[in-house]
């Protein structure tokens, strides 16, 4: 068994003995024993504190805990998540999360998730012609375009539409010579 100087008292007495308490500000003062009930930063309990122990954290700005595990989990910077595909508990550090908050415990669950919500151009197409249901460009053809096509119900369709397009694109620049030279132009012009 330990053995105790005359003049000062065991812990256990000094914690647990029973004395008045006055409040004073955000603490309980022990008045007899020198000791504070201070709440902890963490879990918000309160717990005795010995005064110099108390004004010396205050002073310096410390945070105090009323226990280790307390200390150990207000320290920890990671985070506890859960992931998006499996929902399985995931612990991450605050730099190792994404912006858009998506956490993941494996890279098989986060390819899972990305390749069901990728979106690309042709997925937008087909919602844009699912809900339009465009028809042919080509101004002989009144067939309604398949989602997959992008202007021409087929490739038949497009190379007579560039055919009429480029006799229209050569009539055109007929007449602005016409317009501006007052003549047909010859072959090599």
Same mark, same amino acid.
């Not at 309160?46 to 954290?57: G, L, M, S, T, V």
């Not at 320290?75 to 993941?104: D, H, M, W, Y």
């Given at each position: 068994?330990?053995?105790? @100087? $005359?003049?000062?008292? +065991? !812990?256990?007495?000094?914690? *647990? ?9 955000? /603490? ?14 963490? @879990? $918000?309990?309160?717990? +005795? !504190?010995?005064?110099?122990? *108390? ?9 105090? /805990? ?124």
């Amino acid at each position: 068994m330990r053995r105790y @100087c $005359y003049y000062t008292t +065991p !812990r256990t007495q000094l914690f *647990y003995h029973k004395t008045r308490l006055a409040f004073s500000g955000n /603490f309980w003062v022990n008045k007899y024993v020198g000791t504070i009930n201070v709440t902890c930063s963490l @879990c $918000y309990r309160k717990f +005795p !504190r010995h005064e110099k122990r *108390y004004n010396e954290a205050v002073k310096l700005g410390w945070n105090q /805990f009323c226990s280790i595990e307390c200390q150990k989990l207000f320290k920890q910077k990671r985070i506890s998540k859960v992931c998006k595909t499996c929902g399985l508990a995931v612990n991450r550090s605050k730099s190792k999360i994404e912006p858009s908050g998506n956490v993941f415990c494996l890279h098989i669950c986060s390819a899972k998730y990305t390749n069901h919500h990728r979106i690309t151009r042709l997925m937008l197409a087909k919602r844009d012609r699912q809900s339009t249901k465009p028809i042919c460009a080509n101004p002989d053809c009144d067939k309604q375009i398949g989602i997959d096509n992008k202007q021409f119900c087929s490739p038949r369709c497009r190379y007579e539409m560039s055919k009429t397009q480029d006799k229209i694109y050569v009539i055109r620049e007929i007449n602005s010579f016409v317009k501006k030279y007052g003549r047909i132009p010859i072959k090599h012009e």
